[in-house]
């Protein structure tokens, strides 16, 4: 079971490209594709998901090519895309419902199929409300609860966790690592802890390209012992992200405790600290923009 990405482009224009000789492959798991807002992550997802297709290049399933016979990979295929869309005047069952005959699945499995769903996502309880009354993190929950209906073996979550509570990223996040055993999961977001807590692979994607694939214990061996810390007063807190990759901050009654990247000691206060995916995400993102810029 294994899906290919062989030299996938998509030009939207002249000169906008939201992909550019895009290869990965994607074996069973969970492959945590990160990026800034408009890498070319949700063009990505919409090509695999038969939505979109490329400008140039392939896209297999188990070595057939979907844009020649889409069904193969739709027939296994959960897709919970950036931008969902409800029905507002249909409550949670009905939706679903409707959801599961368009995927030809029968009336019987269906319903229980819809029941199984409802509880795992915590919304056994709002069944019957009209979907309009909902939350954004519960549309977002209804949204989890489709791409699961037909227990697909590759699911495609594109920034899922958006709009939810603390306690149910944690869920999610926690069925996510369930799920991936025996299917391809492909969760593509900008918050680096979603990634963090589940992903056996990671793809970093920036301005349309595939600038790092590796597992995550490859990605933070990467910064081992270029990872810093030491308090600064705030004033100084300008120039220091003039001449360091800064990856976070804290303001302390002391002044501002800064997080930086830098492949040596860079003041005699700095103390070395254990490194984080985000850490090594940031460095990766800055090393290809100093290349590009270069």
């Known amino acids: 079971m294994q899906l290919e990405i062989q030299g996938v482009s998509k030009q939207y224009s002249r000169s906008t490209w939201g992909l550019r000789d895009f290869t990965l492959g994607v074996q069973p798991g969970v492959l945590g594709l990160l990026g800034p807002n408009g890498a070319g992550k949700s063009t990505l997802m919409r090509i695999i998901a038969t939505v979109t297709r490329p400008t140039e290049g392939q896209v297999k399933w188990n070595g057939e090519d979907i844009l020649r016979a889409p069904d193969s990979l739709r027939a296994v295929l959960g897709y919970l895309p950036q931008d969902f869309g409800v029905y507002p005047h ?142 600064i007063p705030s004033a100084e807190l300008p120039a220091t992200r003039q001449r360091f990759v800064v990856t976070s901050i804290a303001r302390r009654a002391d002044g501002v405790q800064v997080r930086v990247i830098a492949d040596s000691q860079p003041t005699q206060d700095a103390v070395a600290a254990v490194p984080t995916l985000e850490d090594a995400y940031l460095a990766c993102l800055h090393a290809h923009r100093a290349g590009a810029a270069a």
């Open 90 to 231: 249909l409550n949670a069952v009905e939706f679903l419902e409707y959801l599961a005959a368009l995927k030809g699945l029968d009336s019987v499995s269906a319903r229980r199929r819809i029941d199984d769903l409802l509880t795992l996502v915590n919304l056994s309880d709002v069944r019957k409300r009209p979907l309009g009354g909902y939350s954004g993190g519960m549309k977002q929950r209804i949204g989890i609860a489709q791409a699961l209906l037909n227990d697909p073996r590759v699911l495609i979550a594109d920034e899922p966790t958006a709009g939810l509570d603390p306690e149910e990223r944690v869920r999610f996040r926690n069925l996510l690592s369930e799920l991936a055993g025996d299917r391809v999961v492909i969760l593509s977001t900008h918050i680096v802890s979603d990634v963090e807590a589940v992903a056996t692979d990671i793809a970093i994607v920036a301005s349309g390209r595939l600038i790092a694939h590796t597992a995550p214990e490859s990605l933070l061996r990467s910064i081992q012992g270029k990872t810093w810390e030491w308090i």
